[in-house]
């Protein structure tokens, strides 16, 4: 199982911890990433608000250089999965955009990289069997709080992944290691996303009720597969501590980091070091 991982800017910064999972999870599995030469940032949540076009030619560059490969584009940032979807929607319903995107870049791309999270190619491409069947831990009943946001799912006509208003893939993928994926009504409500700079205040807001839901809810962790997503609800619990009172002290993980710790993969190598809120509850009922 070959693929061209696209990793993103944050996989360097705020989330190594993802990227890391991501390539500890993909060797454990016998997958094969290959990060294409020269890709460059996506624009992310930033670059649609600015100018409809940079949000649109800037992911294109890089799934111009996955095309050449042949190879499915693989992605772990929720943000830079979205941003990639939208891209190849928006070029393959406007012949001006195609047009404008093949002058910036020098080169026509016609929006056909298959792009894909590394959620949709465990479950279909692995499979849940052969996760199963590959873990030498199980999750024992640990109680899961599955995040999703808003940017893995949304928006339904051009994401086509999962339900957005109750998907299912990450508790899907915790049963089966063995966990207890809650029934939980803020699996997709917004945590801010980009706004955790320039709003922090409606963040820690948004933060705040899912993970006071997640709590009533009886979890003992919360899994995510956005690395905004997972900034958000494990340092701003920092502020709400700070700014509300309220101590929640409910670690946040990938669910990458999950799926490493069945595969017998230390927690050092799946950046557990890396979190704010210290996992070791979650090491522990695995180990």
């Known amino acids: 199982m070959r693929y061209s991982y696209f990793p993103g800017c944050s996989a360097e910064s705020t989330a190594r911890d993802m990227h890391e999972s991501t390539i500890a999870v993909s060797k ?6 290959i ?8 624009g992310a949540t930033a670059g649609h608000q600015t100018d409809r076009f940079l949000s649109v030619a800037l992911p294109a560059a890089s799934l111009a250089k996955v095309k050449d490969s042949g190879l499915d584009m693989i992605v772990s940032c929720a943000a830079c999965y979205n941003r990639m979807k939208v891209a ?13 995107v093949a002058d910036a870049l020098g080169r026509d791309y016609d929006g056909s990289v298959k792009v894909r999270h590394f959620l949709e190619v465990l479950l279909d491409d692995v499979g849940i069997e052969k996760i199963g069947e590959s873990a030498k831990h199980s999750l024992n ?22 339900d957005p208003e109750n998907p299912t893939s990450l508790d899907r993928l915790v049963t089966a290691l063995g966990g207890e994926a809650l029934d939980w009504p803020h699996k997709v409500e917004c945590c801010g996303g980009g706004l955790s700079m320039s709003r922090t205040d409606v963040v820690v807001s948004l933060t705040d009720a899912i993970l006071e839901m ?9 899994t995510v597969g956005c690395p905004m997503c997972q900034i958000n609800l494990d340092m701003r619990q920092l502020d709400i501590r700070k700014q509300l009172g309220k101590s929640y002290d409910m670690p946040v993980v990938y669910i990458t980091q999950l799926i490493g710790l069945c595969l017998g993969v230390s927690p050092a190598e799946l950046g557990f070091g890396k979190l704010m809120i210290p996992a070791q509850t979650v090491v522990n009922a695995v180990s």
Do not use: T
Request: hydrophobic share 35%.
């Open 28 to 33: 454990a599995l016998g997958m094969e990433l």
């Open 35 to 42: 990060e294409p030469k020269g890709w460059s940032c996506c």
């Open 88 to 100: 190849n929607h928006q070029i393959q319903n406007s012949a001006e955009m195609r047009r404008d």
């Open 141 to 162: 009943g640990l109680k899961v709080a599955c995040y999703y946001g808003c940017l893995l799912v949304r928006p339904n006509e051009v994401m086509k992944f999962d």
């Open 214 to 222: 997640a709590k009533a809810s009886g979890a003992q962790c919360i």
